[in-house]
C-alpha cells in the first residue's frame, strides 16, 4: 500500500493532501466540522453498467483526503463514523448522488449531507429545476460564489480512477474540486 503526500497550489491556498489506500494512514477528524465530500469513480460507457466508487475525497480547511477505495479492504473506521456522524455536516454539490453510491458500492452511509446546490442558486438568484434555468456546476458556484477560477479538464473528469498510481493531473483535480466544495460550504453555512 502506497501512502504519498502532496502539496497542491490553488490560486493562494496550499493544501496539504495525502493520497492512501492504507487504511491506517486515513485518520478521522472531529465533531462540529464542516467536511467536503466528493467521489470519483471510471466512466463506464455501457449504459446498464456503473464502476464502483474509486476514490473518496475529504477537505476540512487546506487539508485534503483522497483514499483510493477501490484499492482499500474496507472503508476505516475513522472514516465510516466521521460520515455517520450527524454533527459533522458534509458539504458538496450534488453531494447526494455521491452519498447514495458510497451507500451502495460500500454500505457506508452519510449522516448530514448539505447539498450546496440550491444554496447557491438562492444566493444567485438562479431558478433551476420546473421553473427552467441553467446549472452552474461546481466550476460555475467557485467562479460566482467565490470568484474563484477552477479547470475541470474533460480528460481528467473521465479517466481511469482505478489507476493503482493515480497521476499528478488526478491528484491536483480531485484534491481542487474536494477543497472548493469545502470553501463553498465555508462560505455559504456561515452566512
Not at 478521522?28 to 453498467?49: F, I, Q, T
Not at 482499500?72 to 466521521?82: G, I, S
Not at 451507500?103 to 433551476?128: H, K, Q, S, T
Not at 434555468?133 to 474563484?148: H, I, P, Q
Request: net charge neutral; proline share 4%.
Amino acid at each position: 500500500m502506497t501512502t504519498t503526500r502532496h502539496l497542491v497550489r490553488f490560486g493562494s491556498a496550499t493544501i496539504d493532501t495525502t493520497v492512501t489506500s492504507d487504511v491506517a494512514a486515513a485518520g478521522g477528524g472531529g465533531a462540529g466540522l464542516v467536511v467536503s465530500l466528493d467521489c470519483e469513480w471510471k466512466p463506464n460507457y455501457v449504459s446498464w453498467r456503473t464502476s464502483r466508487v474509486a476514490i473518496l475525497q475529504l477537505c476540512a480547511g487546506p487539508r485534503c483526503l483522497v483514499l483510493q477505495l477501490f484499492y482499500a479492504n474496507r472503508v476505516p473506521p475513522d472514516v465510516r463514523d466521521l460520515l455517520g456522524g450527524p454533527s459533522v455536516r458534509l458539504v458538496g454539490v450534488g453531494i447526494g448522488e455521491d452519498a447514495a453510491k458510497l451507500e451502495a458500492d460500500y454500505g457506508v452511509a452519510c449522516a448530514a449531507p448539505v447539498d450546496l446546490e440550491d444554496i447557491c442558486n438562492r444566493r444567485l438568484g438562479l431558478l433551476v429545476g420546473n421553473g427552467g434555468g441553467r446549472r452552474l456546476g461546481l466550476k460555475g458556484y467557485a467562479r460566482e460564489v467565490l470568484g474563484l477560477a477552477m479547470e475541470k479538464p474533460r480528460r481528467v473528469t473521465m479517466s481511469n480512477w482505478e489507476k493503482r498510481e493515480l497521476d499528478a493531473a488526478q491528484i491536483e483535480y480531485a484534491c481542487i474540486d474536494a477543497y472548493v466544495s469545502y470553501k463553498l460550504g465555508e462560505r455559504l453555512l456561515a452566512d
